[in-house]
């Protein structure tokens, strides 16, 4: 039998281990404690802001972090990643060689893929009308200004469409919907190509402009006969109609998980240079694909005083942030794995 001393330490000892255990069983599910002062802020696409919204809150219990987010359209946030007033940009155009330039050591990163929708407001007629590229490319040239115009009848058999003037809602700024539009237009139409080319702003020759996706939505909503872009999650939200456009295999695809899978088939090797990927258009062996998908980026300095905080937050973003709960609602699609392997190589580039 011990002695009373040795047995009065053994007691305690066994007490604080049982304390501990407790403690510890206590805290086993709780949410990481916020990390004081941790923000993490970005700008720019309005086609991603849907999805970035829906992270902000889980960020925030999952990692501690505050996340902000401007949408302020593509263009905005290259130029505020550019000047470094903030921690990340956001893009659905990739950047070009002197964009790349002017940022001065960043890094472009894969972390969203999705549709962009082509959105009309016509009383009395049903959704999912049939449209094709180079009639699109028309409407939006202005080369075809009513509903009842032949070459719409023609996609559209059987269906009462009316003379209402069509109405062109685009974007007045510089947007990666627009990039992502235009290079589809630019794909299906020569004469698009040539007269007015790809961008993230372009010289539309008809139309009235609107910023961001919600500008461009409320006019859609605003005009009977109008006809806009913008990304599908925008459409959704709004109750628009939109266009099921027909691919190079024939088929008529509309923007979902489906179609924009599809797609992302055509295209899962980025660029080994600037990470970049084109999957407007997709070859016809591809016959689900819808036809105006495409990725969006996150742009980010390799140099950065968050280094450890942004990398946590993107290696979440591409992991965890696809998850059905946050993309399938939005018609977001998780980025395929080939596409993730680079993405997260990327992310490590990001130093002190």
């Given at each position: 039998m011990p002695k009373s001393g040795n047995f009065i330490r053994?007691?305690?000892?066994?007490?604080?281990?049982?304390?501990?255990?407790?403690?510890?069983?206590?805290?086993?599910?709780?949410?990481?404690a916020r990390q004081a002062g941790t923000t993490?802020?970005?700008?720019?696409s309005t086609f991603v802001s849907p999805?970035?919204?829906?992270?902000?809150?889980?960020?925030?219990?999952q990692l501690g972090y505050e996340l902000q987010y401007s949408a302020i359209g593509s263009s905005g946030g290259i130029n505020a990643i550019t000047g470094r007033t903030v921690d990340f940009g956001a893009s659905d155009a990739p950047l070009s060689p002197d964009q790349f330039t002017a940022c001065n050591g960043c890094v472009q990163i894969p972390w969203a893929l999705a549709a962009t929708s082509v959105m009309?407001?016509?009383?009395?007629?049903?959704?999912?009308l049939h449209m094709d590229g180079p009639t699109l490319a028309k409407i939006f040239m202005g080369q075809i200004s009513v509903w009842n115009d032949p070459a719409i009848q023609k996609l559209n058999k059987g269906v009462n469409l009316p003379s209402t003037k069509i109405v062109i809602a685009h974007r007045s700024d510089g947007s990666g919907t627009t990039y992502n539009f235009t290079d589809y237009l630019a794909n299906v139409s020569p004469a698009w190509k040539s007269q007015i080319g790809t961008g993230t702003s372009v010289s539309w020759p008809v139309g009235v402009g609107g910023k961001g996706s919600a500008g461009v939505s409320a006019l859609v909503a605003q005009t009977p006969g109008a006809i806009g872009y913008?990304?599908?999650?925008?459409?959704?939200?709004?109750?628009?109609?939109?266009?099921?456009?027909?691919?190079?295999?024939?088929?008529?695809?509309?923007?979902?998980a489906r179609g924009i899978l599809a797609a992302a088939s055509s295209d899962q090797t980025p660029d080994k240079t600037t990470n970049a990927l084109s999957i407007v258009n997709p070859p016809k062996?591809?016959?689900?694909?819808?036809?105006?998908?495409?990725y969006t980026y996150v742009i980010v300095p390799t140099k950065s005083s968050k280094a450890a905080d942004l990398r946590k937050f993107l290696f979440w973003a591409v992991t965890h942030g696809q998850e059905g709960k946050y993309t399938a609602p939005l018609r977001f699609v998780p980025i395929p794995k080939k596409v993730l392997v680079v993405a997260e190589k990327a992310i490590t580039q990001i130093k002190s």
């Open positions: 053994i007691f305690a000892l066994a007490a604080l281990t049982a304390l501990l255990a407790v403690a510890a069983a206590g805290t086993a599910g709780a949410s990481p993490i802020s970005g700008a720019g999805l970035v919204t829906t992270w902000i809150p889980a960020v925030s219990q009309y407001n016509l009383p009395g007629v049903k959704n999912l913008a990304d599908v999650a925008f459409a959704l939200k709004n109750h628009f109609s939109y266009f099921a456009m027909k691919n190079r295999s024939g088929k008529f695809a509309t923007p979902g062996k591809y016959p689900l694909a819808y036809p105006i998908s495409t």
